[in-house]
């Protein structure tokens, strides 16, 4: 099963929550939760990026087939 980007970045950020509750208490908490937050950034940046990329890709036209199989364009999904 392959993830896409958007879905592995969800994942990576319920991680990173899951890592801030495990270090706490920790001898080192300040240390860890600046790199680690400093990577929560990162990622939800990528989301975001991902997300507004998603949201803004042009949609393609719609193509028929002909029976000698060649593409002919059937209607413009835009209008």
Known sequence: ?????ETKLTFALEHIAHLHDLIEDNEYEHYLND????????????????QHRKANRPIPPRVQRNVQGATIKASNRNT
């Open 1 to 5: 099963m392959t993830l896409n980007l």
């Open 35 to 50: 790199h680690l937050t400093t990577l929560e950034y990162e990622m939800e940046r990528q989301l975001k990026n991902e």
